[in-house]
């Protein structure tokens, strides 16, 4: 298969985002590492069926690893510290590397550890979930979480390169699969209602991982989120479109303490309300929460909020958001499909009635 390339472009620290198969052994992505030290973070999941073509490929440089037990209960302050002290272990100098390999947690929290280090070295993506290739490992937004609320402890640092070796998705449980196509339709319902129809009409090649679809949703994905994050780096303004679904995704997240929903199935729930509610307020016609709806249960993505959440507890959560105003709470809403928006100054009743559902 070929390889695709869509370039993050933000001047002097412009990067490839490179797709394809066979990318992490074919190596040419580690022939552009300067400096003598790496290290590679990678989880315990990955680590046995990818590091070794990984340090093969960096050959010849001082390798460090640090191999951490999966999942997003581990993306903590802790871990992080972890990082640092490898970083120091290795007597990484400010020409080192920290490569991530891995799914979104691996990334983010190799890319605070790579932000922090001597106040700021370089970092390679190596995304081996669907939703790292899509969306986490592109555009430099890196951190952990508190037991308070998701990624509120980061920076942003932009990687040097990703490289997406779709091959590595042949290995991904099917539900990480579901929850990367969460954020794959996210594109889809804020700017992109032909890319939505494409998604609706490649059900089933996507969730059989056929190569075309596959290449196809995230060169589409990263194209998208590539142009947002070269026009407004920091989110001024047209970033927090990307943040459709995740001011409540997150605190449903946060209120499960990390381990009962997925990010993309916390994102899929979160999109859901947001629809409802922009559909309650009058801004976008129900009809089109009802066809994304019908998208998410087909990509197998949970479409009703677990049980045991207190409606009153989440808008707390919610509060926390970095979205928020001196605590007023700002909402990624749409007007219909590929129309999303911010919204400032919903009533906390109208919130807590699509919570209460
Ligand atoms: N920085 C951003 O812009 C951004 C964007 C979206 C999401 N995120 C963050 O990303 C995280 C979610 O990332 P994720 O969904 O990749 O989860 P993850 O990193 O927990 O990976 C999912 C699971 O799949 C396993 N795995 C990974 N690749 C595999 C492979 N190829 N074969 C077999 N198993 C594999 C992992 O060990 C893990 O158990 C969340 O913390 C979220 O907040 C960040
Ligand atoms: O890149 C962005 O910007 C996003 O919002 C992408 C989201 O999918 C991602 O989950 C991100 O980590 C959320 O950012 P946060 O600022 O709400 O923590
Ligand atoms: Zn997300």
Redesign the pocket.
Known sequence: MSVREVRVALGARAYPIRIGGGLLAAGDWAAEIRGRHVLVISDANVAPLYLARVEAALAGHTLGRLILPPGEREKTLQRFAQALEALAELRASRDATVVALGGGVVGDLAGFAAACWMRGIAFVQLPTTLLAMV??SV?G?T?VDLPQG??LVGAFHQPSAVIADTDTLATLPPRELRAGLA?VVKYGAIGDAAFFAWLEANVDALLSREPAAIAHAVETSCRH?AGVVARDET?QGE?AL??FG?TFG?ALETDGEYGSLL?GEAVAIGMLLAARLSAALGLAPPQDAERLQRLLVRFGLPAVMPAGHDPAQLLHLMRLD?KSVSGALRLILWHGIGDARIVAGVADDAVLDVLSR
């Open positions: 969306d986490s555009g937004k951190a998701k990624n954020e989120k989110e970033r990307l943040n995740h997150h990010h970095k």
